[in-house]
């Protein structure tokens, strides 16, 4: 079955500093993918769609300034999150919904961010 | 808008008990239904889904789900719970609305099953 990675796995990091997080899909071209975040013992909370080769749609409430997406190629897209605060601790999970054959979210393992 | 609820948040159960969590969505067209399993320090894995046929849908590990298009539901069912289901739980919907098809999630449920 089709293969999200992520990098880092987890990340620790001063307030103020940015963090970039990668997503790759490992055998596959995914033009669309998902970027959610989940706070402990709750939901995870879709905060945007990454668009190969175009913007990314945010979702209402999600900073875009805050939370950058570029996703430059078929198998990569990044999260940046930057002047990280306190408050932005939380895990990040990518995912690939396969549009086209209706198939389910491919999950990538989740990068989780810790800021101090 | 389109949302999916989750009625039990938590849910205690002794080993061999059985288990059915409701999952009730809002969405007149058609839909793809999911349960995903959340184990404890792991990421989501797709417990079952259904797309279309036979309303009622087997999934891993011994769990089914019966999608009740009348009353909206997709409720996860298991007739006797070990131990090691105890995980989160989490129903998800596609409303396939044009092109905006995105999984719609809830809250999620958290069962502890007790040895």
């Known amino acids: 079955g089709a293969v999200v990675s992520q990098h880092p796995s987890w990340v620790i990091c001063k307030s103020g500093t940015s963090v970039k997080i990668e997503c790759r899909s490992l055998?596959?071209?995914?033009?669309?993918m998902f970027w959610y975040r989940q706070f402990p013992k709750q939901s995870l909370m879709l905060m945007a769609t990454?668009?190969?080769?175009?913007?990314?749609?945010?979702e209402q409430g999600v900073e875009k300034d805050k939370f950058l997406i570029n996703h430059a190629s078929l198998t990569l897209s990044t999260l940046t999150v930057t002047s990280a605060h306190p408050e932005d601790s939380s895990f990040y999970i990518c995912?690939?919904?396969?549009?086209?054959?209706?198939?389910?979210?491919?999950f990538g393992p989740g990068t989780r961010l810790l800021v101090l | 808008a389109q949302s999916v609820s989750q009625h039990n948040h938590h849910v205690i159960l002794s080993e061999a008990a059985s288990l059915e969590l409701g999952c009730n969505y809002s969405?007149?067209?058609?839909?793809?239904l999911f349960w995903y399993v959340q184990y404890p320090g792991q990421h989501l894995q797709l417990l079952l889904k259904?797309?279309?046929?036979d309303p009622l849908v087997k999934g891993i590990k011994g769990f089914e789900a019966e999608f009740i298009k009348s009353k909206f539901s997709f409720n996860l069912r298991k007739p006797s719970v070990q131990w090691s289901d105890t995980a989160e739980y989490f129903c998800?919907?596609?409303?396939?609305?044009?092109?905006?098809?995105?999984?719609?999630w809830g809250l999620g449920t958290s069962l502890a099953v007790n040895p």
């Open positions: 995912t690939y919904l396969g549009l086209a054959s209706l198939e389910t979210q491919y």
């Open positions: 055998d596959f071209q995914a033009t669309t």
């Open positions: 990454s668009n190969e080769g175009s913007k990314a749609t945010y």
């Open positions: 969405y007149g067209g058609t839909v793809n």
């Open positions: 259904y797309f279309s046929g």
């Open positions: 998800a919907v596609i409303a396939n609305a044009g092109n905006n098809r995105k999984l719609i």
